[in-house]
C-alpha cells in the first residue's frame, strides 16, 4: 500500500508569491499516475495536473508539475487570490488508489 | 461533457446501510473507472473504491466487508453501499470518473453530498 505524504501542512504566502508543495510516495508510483486538486470547501474538488506534469483542461500555466518514482512537486506561481485552497496529491498506479493528507495554502 | 450528480439520504441511523447513487450525464460508461471518494467534516479526503464497466470492483482496504460499489450501465448510475454505519462514516461523498485519458485521475467530480450518521 502506497502512502502519500504531503509537505508542508500548511503554507503562508501572499498575493504574487509562488507556492511550491510537496508529495513524496512511500513506494515508487506506477507510470506516474500521480494527480493533484485543488478543492475550495463547498465546491467539487478540481483536477489541475495527472501524468505528474501534465495540466488539465482550462487550468492557468501558472501551475506545474514535476517529479517522478516517489517525490512529486506542485509548482503555482503567482498566486491569485482564488488560489488560495487545499491541495491533494494522489495515485492510481497501484491498489489501493489514495490521496495525500493535503496542504493548505493560506493568505499571510 | 460528461456531469456527474450525487443523490441519496442526507442522515442514515448508526448501524444502518448508507445507500447512494451517482448519475452520469454525458459520454460513456465504457472504459472509464467509477469511483466513490469522501471527506469527513474537518479531514482530508479518502477514496472509497471504484467499479469499471464490466463490474469489477477495487476498494479501500479500510472498509473491505462493509462497502459494496455496483454499476448499471443501462440507466447511467453507479451506486455506493455502506453497511453498518457509525458516526465516523459522517462525510461528505463525491462520485467521479477516472479515465485513460488522464492516467486515471479523477475528472469530472460531482458536486457532493453530505451524509450525517445519527439517530
Known amino acids: 500500500e502506497i502512502v502519500l505524504t504531503q509537505s508542508p501542512d500548511t503554507l503562508s504566502l501572499s498575493p504574487g508569491d509562488t507556492a511550491t508543495l510537496s508529495c513524496r510516495a512511500s513506494q515508487v508510483v506506477s507510470s506516474a499516475y500521480l494527480a493533484w486538486y485543488q478543492h475550495i470547501p463547498g465546491q467539487a474538488p478540481r483536477l489541475l495536473i495527472y501524468r505528474a506534469s501534465n495540466r488539465a483542461t482550462g487550468i492557468p500555466d501558472r501551475f506545474s508539475g514535476s517529479g517522478y518514482g516517489t517525490d512529486f512537486t506542485l509548482t503555482i506561481e503567482r498566486l491569485e487570490p482564488e488560489d488560495f485552497a487545499m491541495y491533494y496529491c494522489q495515485q492510481s498506479g497501484n491498489s489501493p488508489w489514495a490521496f495525500g493528507q493535503g496542504t493548505k495554502v493560506e493568505i499571510k | 461533457q460528461v456531469q456527474l450528480q450525487e443523490s441519496g439520504p442526507g442522515l442514515v441511523q448508526p448501524s444502518g446501510t448508507l445507500s447512494l447513487t451517482c448519475s452520469v450525464a454525458?459520454?460513456?460508461?465504457?472504459?472509464?473507472?467509477w469511483t466513490w471518494s469522501r471527506q469527513p467534516p474537518g479531514k482530508g479526503l479518502e477514496w472509497i473504491g471504484y467499479?469499471?464497466?464490466?463490474?469489477?470492483?477495487n476498494y479501500n482496504p479500510s472498509l473491505t466487508g462493509r462497502v459494496s460499489i455496483s454499476i448499471d450501465t443501462s440507466k447511467k448510475i453507479f451506486s455506493l453501499n455502506l453497511r453498518s454505519v457509525t458516526a465516523a462514516d459522517t462525510a461528505v461523498y463525491y462520485c467521479?470518473?477516472?479515465?485513460?485519458?488522464?492516467?486515471?485521475?479523477?475528472?469530472?467530480w460531482g458536486q457532493g453530498t453530505l451524509v450525517i450518521v445519527s439517530s
Open positions: 467521479a470518473r477516472a479515465d485513460s485519458k488522464t492516467a486515471l485521475a479523477f475528472d469530472p
Open positions: 467499479v469499471y464497466h464490466n463490474g469489477l470492483t
Open positions: 454525458g459520454g460513456s460508461m465504457s472504459g472509464p473507472f
